[in-house]
């Protein structure tokens, strides 16, 4: 029997401890120890999961031979830094999206990976989730026609804290990192289905959006056009109350997915669905359900890939970071105009 890929985790925030929960009943992964922000927290967060043991500092962490592979559970503007020195010494990376604040640096960190031989994904966990599968696969069918148009929703609202990473712009504030990552990803995912290739890149991209007291991009929205023709328009928020919808736009229908990017809402949730609608056609729920929560999934999934770099598609690729990055890039762009 293989053994389990053994993870260490950097940083102890909710997202942290969410990895630390679905990981609990997995088969091919497990935690073995966390470093904080300071060394009691890593060892009040190994106490509350029942870990082996605790660091007390990334380099201690990355000097565990214990430890195959670190979880990147940070804020935004700390993963670069963190993930390069896991790369340096070995350690596989799976990195909270973005993978860093711009192309430019991911395209650097994405190098170090490749001279080093080591794996690294950044962790857009809903593409790891068999939900995307169950959609891939009735658009490929025609289920709802000729895709024309995708309409993405990721926003939720947090009461402004001017030093939150919601809102400062030192830890990388704003919707369009935050969240807007996940819409534009999903759109350049289908466009890519709809044109028979992995992902496609816009040829075009406007927006507009309302930028807070602090700086931080508050709510925010993107018109996307590929070369096929196809568009797409994408919200994200992190003051507003948007909602997390995504809908595709066929010649003969559409298909609505209440939750894409969550399951259910619910982190540890096993369940969720989708709804086609076609024209003259009774209305059909595509139900999908996990022995895995979405973490999970994520993580074994780096466990399957190894020893390969790159995790399977529809997983984000290297180049699929570097195209999403880039649109981020793009948007963020259009906000400071």
Request: hydrophobic share 40%; net charge neutral.
């Given at each position: 029997m293989k053994a389990k890929l053994r993870f260490g985790i950097v940083g102890t925030g909710g997202i942290a401890a969410d990895f630390c929960d679905a990981l609990r009943a997995s088969t091919l992964c497990e935690v073995v120890s966390a470093a904080g922000s300071a060394p009691e927290k890593g060892a009040e967060f190994a106490r509350r999961f029942a870990l082996p043991r605790s660091a007390r500092s990334l380099s201690e962490l990355l000097g565990d031979a214990d430890v195959d592979a670190v979880y990147v559970a940070t804020p935004h503007p700390l993963h670069e830094a963190q993930a390069l020195a896991c790369i340096e010494v070995g350690k596989h990376v799976l990195c909270e999206k973005p993978l860093t604040l711009e192309a430019a640096t991911s395209e650097r960190l994405i190098a170090a990976a490749r001279q080093r031989g080591v794996f690294l994904l950044e962790g857009y966990m809903y593409r790891c989730h068999p939900l995307l599968a169950a959609l891939i696969e009735r658009l490929k069918r025609g289920d709802i026609g000729e895709l024309r148009h995708?309409?993405?929703?990721?926003?939720?609202?947090?009461?402004?804290?001017?030093?939150?990473?919601?809102?400062?712009?030192?830890?990388?504030?704003?919707?369009?990192?935050?969240?807007?990552?996940?819409?534009?990803?999903?759109?350049?995912?289908?466009?890519?289905?709809?044109?028979?290739?992995?992902?496609?890149?816009?040829?075009?991209?406007?927006?507009?959006?309302?930028?807070?007291?602090?700086?931080?991009?508050?709510?925010?929205?993107?018109?996307?056009?590929?070369?096929?023709?196809?568009?797409?328009?994408?919200?994200?928020?992190?003051?507003?109350?948007?909602?997390?919808?995504?809908?595709?736009?066929?010649?003969?229908?559409?298909?609505?997915?209440?939750?894409?990017?969550?399951?259910?809402?619910?982190?540890q949730a096993l369940e969720t669905s989708f709804r086609v609608l076609r024209e003259g056609h009774r209305e059909e729920v595509v139900s999908v359900r996990t022995e895995q929560p979405t973490y999970a999934l994520q993580a074994e999934l780096v466990a399957k890939a190894l020893p390969a770099l790159e995790a399977p598609w529809p997983a984000m690729s290297w180049a699929d970071t570097l195209g999403n990055m880039r649109a981020l890039d793009r948007w963020r762009a259009c906000i400071s105009a």
């Open positions: 995708i309409r993405t929703d990721f926003g939720f609202r947090v009461e402004r804290e001017p030093r939150g990473r919601l809102f400062d712009l030192s830890l990388g504030g704003g919707g369009i990192l935050d969240v807007g990552g996940y819409c534009t990803s999903f759109a350049r995912l289908l466009a890519g289905v709809a044109s028979g290739q992995p992902f496609a890149e816009p040829v075009s991209l406007e927006a507009v959006g309302h930028r807070g007291p602090t700086g931080a991009d508050e709510i925010s929205s993107a018109l996307l056009r590929f070369e096929s023709g196809l568009t797409a328009a994408l919200t994200c928020a992190v003051h507003h109350r948007v909602g997390t919808e995504a809908v595709l736009y066929g010649e003969r229908g559409r298909i609505v997915l209440p939750d894409p990017w969550i399951p259910q809402g619910q982190r």
